[in-house]
């Protein structure tokens, strides 16, 4: 499929830029392409085009139905359409439930709607995944997905995108490619939500090895925002509800932060959204997670503090490599 043949539908466009909640979100609105050409006689998989990479399996002449992707401002991603029964409310949290060869996984994302789709409102659930998951794996060596748990449930042939699937695991697993001032860190990728209890502060324990980071350095919180959120609105709406920690993660004296928001729309029960921002220039997401609680660790890796992730069932150690954390 060509780039002409494959370009956001307009109504995708509408609720992209009305805001669907956030920028994992926004970036995966566009991932429901329009595929323009002539209509196929049955649903075929396609590559995403720029901005976004990734794989989509889409019906003939519509818009995606499933999407495993990532953006140059979102993390991985997959996509796939609201579960019956749930209502199509755009920025609300919904569940999606997950059948690989006979094996039952879950994912929970945000609700996004394209109200100008054919035949009504059109809505899909967007949710924010790790391509260590097992679902990710189980996506890249699987032969059959089924969405939802009913007789309507969507029938998904991943042998036949197992080429494509490969493909965007491995091009979502690299950083992508960012242009960045003379002298700045790398930055990286981000999205997702959040608890709807007040998230703790992240603290940097103090250890002999960090030097201070520069006094006086963060940006005021809405420049903050402007910079890590796609979506302008939404940026502006939260810049106020930010929780900023500034900790030096390099030891190089210059500043990084630890952001999360008192927002329940980017809380879930199973945690907050939590964004790793290197300060030194124009803020730069290098990561963005989902959990209870975010801090730097004792340990280090490539030259950077790892990272102790709070989730319900315990704690995951979060490492640097190639300018994100992973």
């Given at each position: 499929m060509t780039e002409k043949d494959a370009q956001p539908a307009?109504?995708?466009?509408?609720?992209?830029?009305?805001?669907?909640?956030?920028?994992?979100?926004?970036?995966?609105?566009?991932?429901?392409?329009?595929?323009?050409?002539?209509?196929?006689?049955?649903?075929?998989?396609?590559?995403?085009?720029a901005p976004l990479r990734g794989?989509?399996?889409?019906?003939?002449?519509?818009?995606?139905?499933?999407?495993?992707?990532?953006?140059?401002?979102?993390?991985?991603?997959?996509?796939?359409?609201?579960p019956e029964g749930v209502r199509a409310r755009p920025g609300r949290n919904a569940a999606l439930s997950l059948d690989v060869d006979g094996k039952r996984f879950s994912a929970r994302g945000r609700i996004a709607v394209d109200e100008n789709a054919e035949g009504g409102p059109r809505g899909a659930v967007v949710a924010p995944v790790r391509l260590t998951d097992?679902?990710?794996?189980?996506?890249?060596?699987?032969?059959?997905l089924k969405v939802g748990e009913k007789a309507g449930a969507l029938v998904v042939p991943l042998d036949t995108g197992a080429t494509l699937l490969g493909k965007a695991i491995a091009a979502c697993g690299a950083p992508a490619p960012v242009v960045t001032p003379a002298g700045a860190k790398p930055a990286a990728a981000e999205a997702a939500p959040k608890p709807a209890e007040a998230a703790p502060q992240a603290t940097a324990p103090a250890t002999e090895a960090a030097k201070p980071a520069r006094a006086g350095t963060v940006p005021p919180a809405r420049e903050i925002a402007a910079a890590i959120f796609v979506d302008q609105a939404e940026g502006q709406r939260v810049a106020d509800k930010l929780k900023i920690t500034q900790v030096d993660l390099s030891g190089d004296g210059a500043p990084e932060a630890i952001i999360t928001l008192n927002d329940p729309a980017w809380c879930s029960e199973t945690g907050c959204t939590w964004f790793v921002v290197d300060l030194s220039a124009?803020?730069?997401?290098?990561?963005?997670?989902?959990?209870?609680?975010?801090?730097?660790?004792?340990?280090?890796?490539?030259g950077w503090r790892d990272l102790t992730l709070k989730t319900p069932g315990g704690t995951e150690r979060m490492y640097y490599k190639d300018g994100t954390y992973h």
């Open positions: 307009q109504g995708l466009r509408n609720a992209l830029r009305r805001g669907a909640g956030g920028m994992m979100a926004a970036a995966a609105l566009l991932a429901g392409v329009a595929h323009a050409a002539p209509a196929r006689a049955e649903p075929a998989w396609s590559e995403l085009q794989a989509s399996f889409g019906e003939p002449g519509g818009i995606a139905l499933f999407v495993l992707g990532c953006g140059a401002a979102s993390g991985p991603f997959i996509q796939a359409p609201l097992p679902l990710v794996k189980a996506l890249g060596a699987g032969k059959q124009k803020p730069r997401v290098m990561g963005q997670f989902i959990g209870l609680g975010l801090a730097p660790g004792k340990e280090v890796t490539n």
